[in-house]
């Protein structure tokens, strides 16, 4: 079983509109809702993938509510925490050219007390997890070593956890040595301290946060692709992708795609890729389902092209 957390999940609502007039009243021709965070498109993809998983998310007030229903509509085990505040509303304005507006709340302050009973949820279903993906920011009320706190916790329990996070709580959850990051290049730029140009600046990135911590890295580089840094190897995968709808969510179809394939070696860095490359391809954050997989489009390689340049280079 993959268990997922996502610390600060979302009700997505997305309106189209013909036009984003400032200062007017914007009439939607249509609206959606989708449960929405980084760790409930992780579930999503892995559940496509048809691998057992579990949620485990703060939820709170009416959008909370809804947010739990729509996730077992869709066949995804909830293990809700409650809390007072109300999960946060996002908000996205979705134009004709394509072009994505989005208001990301805040979302609720946990309380003390409600951090600890995050804690003891995932702790309950720690002993049947193969993995725990910890994804995305960290409401307030949550310190950034909070999820340093969760990968020691998951540790003593015996399973292995996948963080993707950015920023302060990524540098601290690495000193108890999380087993696998999943940095985008930004994030990778970020944490160590310096812009990224090339290929080989990613893969010397990924070998500093390995001696912060890390187990291994699987950096997300977007069109360019990913690069695995592991104790057993260094690991290049790409695919040809036609057209790029969104790419919204592919970092996160792609640890889904990593974990469910195991989780390490070069064939979870292949299923990686292939997820990624499907999920660019589909609408929104929609995430791919094995007919939308086309694993002959993906190359790996222990050949790293270390001085390719990146098609966008991070700062
Ligand atoms: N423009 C693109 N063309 C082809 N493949 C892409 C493109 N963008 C992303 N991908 C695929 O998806 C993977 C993940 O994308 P990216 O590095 O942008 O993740 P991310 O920034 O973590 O995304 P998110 O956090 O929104 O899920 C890439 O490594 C690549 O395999
Ligand atoms: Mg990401």
């Known amino acids: 079983m993959i268990l997922t957390i996502t610390p600060n999940p979302s009700l997505d609502r997305t309106y189209e509109v013909p036009a984003l007039d400032r200062g007017e009243v914007l009439r939607a021709t249509a609206e959606r809702m989708d449960p929405g965070g980084k760790g409930v498109n992780v579930s999503r993809a892995v559940a496509a993938a048809a691998r057992r998983t579990v949620a485990v998310l703060p939820l709170g007030g009416a959008p909370g509510a809804l947010v739990a229903e729509l996730l077992a509509g869709q066949g995804i085990e909830v293990a809700p925490v409650p809390v007072a505040g109300a999960t946060r509303s996002n908000i996205a304005l979705a134009e004709p050219d394509g072009t994505l507006t989005k208001i990301n709340a805040p979302g609720p302050e946990l309380t003390a007390a409600e951090s600890e009973s995050l804690l003891s949820t995932i702790r309950t279903h720690a002993g049947a997890a193969a993995?725990?993906?910890?994804?995305?920011?960290?409401?307030?009320?949550?310190?950034?070593?909070?999820?340093?706190?969760?990968?020691?916790r998951a540790h003593r329990a015996g399973a292995r956890i996948a963080l993707d996070t950015s920023g302060p709580s990524l540098l601290a959850a690495l000193r108890e040595r999380p087993d696998v990051v999943k940095p985008n290049a930004?994030?990778?730029?970020?944490?160590?301290?310096?812009?990224?140009?090339?290929?080989?600046?990613?893969?010397?990135?990924?070998?500093?946060?390995?001696?912060?911590?890390?187990?291994?890295?699987?950096?997300?580089l977007g069109a360019d692709g990913q690069l695995l840094v592991s104790g057993t190897g260094t690991y290049f995968g790409s695919a040809a992708v036609a057209a790029v709808r969104s790419?919204?969510?592919?970092?996160?179809?792609s640890l889904a795609g990593f974990l469910a394939a195991g989780g390490e070696g070069p064939a979870a860095l292949a299923s990686a890729v292939a997820h990624g490359a499907a999920a660019v391809q589909l609408p929104g954050s929609v995430m791919p389902s094995p007919a939308d997989l086309d694993p002959s489009a993906v190359t790996v390689t222990a050949d790293v092209p270390l001085d390719r340049p990146l098609t966008e280079p991070a700062s």
């Open 131 to 152: 993995w725990i993906a910890c994804c995305g920011s960290l409401p307030r009320g949550l310190a950034p070593e909070w999820y340093a706190e969760l990968v020691a």
């Open 186 to 220: 930004e994030e990778l730029a970020q944490a160590v301290g310096r812009p990224l140009a090339t290929v080989g600046d990613a893969v010397k990135a990924a070998e500093e946060l390995r001696t912060y911590g890390a187990g291994s890295v699987l950096a997300s």
């Open 247 to 253: 790419n919204v969510g592919a970092g996160d179809a």
